[in-house]
């Protein structure tokens, strides 16, 4: 596609509910990567993709969170059991991993509220 | 491990002044360095990098940042700012062997007419 696609754009969610947030990155992109921005604070690493294995998962707050990537192109973060601490915009970001310094090309976001 | 700091969290300035936002690393290897703008409700955008050579880079939308290996800084300057350049600023960091962003806490540019 032209850019960096997730979906939803905005998800409520009660309090111990799971959600799903789906990123669909640029085609041919071999990197893939989320993060987490929650309200005043930077962006916090989550987890990225090399192909379809994770190599860092090291930002992963809890074994409530996972992703996966199938066919070195879509990626789903699940959150399972979600907390109010889980409020935050969840954005993913794509790039080539053969191109060192190419730059990341961003999605515009999911808006996560846990009531 | 690499790291960052914005020096300011929130920069407020005249349409047309210049403008300078603070960026400054923390690394044991060489690294990539970047600085992404964020629109209110979108995602972040690359406004400029800088991999290797002339430390003097120029990006999108007039700006320009230079890097200082002896200061470790990287910091963003536009000559005359506009209204549109109201936004969230990030300073990131990469480590070339992995190609991870490390990201700073941001600069709320403010620009006022």
């Known amino acids: 596609g032209a850019g960096v696609s997730q979906s939803p754009s905005n998800k409520v969610t009660e309090k111990g509910k799971d959600v799903e947030l789906r990123c669909d990155p640029i085609s041919g992109h071999t990197a893939l990567y989320w993060y987490r921005q929650s309200l005043g604070q930077g962006l916090e690493f989550l987890i990225y993709?090399?192909?379809?294995?994770?190599?860092?998962k090291s930002g992963l707050p809890s074994d409530r969170f996972s992703a996966e990537r199938t066919g070195g192109s879509v990626s789903t973060l699940t959150i399972q059991r979600t907390q109010q601490e889980d409020s935050a915009v969840y954005l993913c970001?794509?790039?080539?991993?053969?191109?060192?310094?190419?730059?990341?090309?961003f999605g515009s976001g999911t808006r996560l509220t846990v009531v | 491990a690499q790291s960052v700091t914005q020096l300011d969290s929130q920069v407020p300035v005249f349409e047309e002044a210049p403008v300078e936002l603070r960026c400054n690393y923390s690394s044991s290897v060489s690294v990539y360095l970047f600085w992404y703008v964020q629109y209110p409700n979108q995602g972040l955008q690359l406004l400029l990098k800088?991999?290797?050579?002339?430390?003097l880079v120029k990006g999108i939308n007039g700006f320009e940042a230079e890097f200082n290996k002896s200061q470790t800084s990287f910091h963003l300057r536009k000559p005359s700012v506009h209204i549109s350049d109201t936004a969230e600023y990030f300073c990131?960091?990469?480590?070339?062997?992995?190609?991870?962003?490390?990201f700073g806490t941001g600069t709320r540019l403010q620009v006022f007419p």
């Open positions: 990131a960091v990469s480590d070339p062997n992995t190609d991870k962003l490390i």
């Open positions: 993709f090399q192909g379809n294995s994770a190599p860092d």
């Open positions: 800088y991999l290797s050579g002339s430390t």
């Open positions: 970001a794509s790039s080539l991993f053969e191109v060192r310094g190419y730059g990341y090309t």
